[in-house]
Structure formats: C-alpha cells, structure tokens
C-alpha cells in the first residue's frame, strides 16, 4: 500500500465507494442522495485542503483502497486546528487502510503546522472507526446526544473527538 496525494483521475475510483458509503446513511453527516459534482466538491476541496489516496501498488493506476482529506477545522484564530475525513472501500475493509491513512494524515498534519486535530462528527455506533480514532491517540471530549438519524437505529450520538498533535 501507498499513500499519495490525490490525482483528477483518481475521482473515478473513488466516487463508486464513496457512493456507496455514503447512501448507506450510518457514518456519514452528508445527504444520502449527494450527487457526483457534489460529492467530489466536498471530498476535493481547494487549498489549504488536501486530499489523499491509499493504493494498492506502485503506479498511480492502480486500485484506491481509501481516501482522506486535510485541512482547518475552522478559520482565522483558530485554523491551527486540523479536521480530517477519512473513507476506505468496502472491499478493502479489514487491510489496515484506515489505521494507514490516520497515521499519514496525522504526520501530514503536523508537518503542516497544526497543533492539534479534530473530528467534528464521529458517529457512536460507528464502532470500528471510534476505537481506531481511539487507538491512535483521540479522545470523545463531546457526544452530541441523538445528533445522527441512523438508519436502522434511530437517533444516535455524534462524538466529537481531539488530540494533540
């Protein structure tokens, strides 16, 4: 596995899972229905914002295992602190794509200035995803009490989640 930074052409591998990911409605804050343009508005935001791409092989064609993106959470005097997203094809769940991605993100981050990173909207019964944010460092210093309709849940909590970097 490699990570770089994102190419144009690498939106067409990312879009199917993203798609994907997102209609299912249980881990992320976006419209189920997002259309194309907007999805990849929102995941390949301009700068200071980057995006990134885990692939499985040396080449820049090869399979998108999972994306992330970089940039401030907020702007002016507080934009010293980094949010990121992240999403890993299902197909590829269970390598060690997000783990990767969370390490390179947070090296990514600090090189870039920031002292600390945080999650806005993490969702609680997304279990894997709170104990890897866990694990590398992250604690829930807020739940936004029934912030997320989950689909087959109902109302759920919404974690905020920091770290130093």
Request: net charge negative; charged share 20%.
């Amino acid at each position: 596995m490699r990570i770089r930074g994102v190419a144009s052409e690498d939106w067409v591998r990312i879009w199917p899972f993203l798609r994907e990911i997102v209609a299912a409605g249980d881990t992320y804050t976006w419209d189920p229905d997002v259309t194309e343009e907007r999805a990849r508005e929102l995941w390949m935001p301009t700068p200071p914002w980057r995006t990134v791409v885990a692939v499985d092989g040396d080449t820049d064609g090869d399979t998108v295992l999972g994306t992330a993106k970089l940039g401030p959470n907020h702007m002016g005097p507080a934009s010293h602190i980094a949010n990121a997203s992240f999403m890993v094809a299902p197909a590829h769940s269970g390598r060690g794509v997000g783990r990767a991605l969370g390490e390179y993100v947070l090296d990514l981050a600090r090189a870039d200035g920031y002292r600390a990173m945080q999650f806005n909207a993490v969702v609680e019964t997304n279990t894997r995803a709170v104990a890897l944010w866990r694990s590398l460092g992250f604690d829930v210093v807020a739940t936004l009490p029934e912030g997320f309709e989950h689909p087959t849940k109902g109302f759920v909590g919404l974690h905020i989640m920091y770290r130093r970097l």
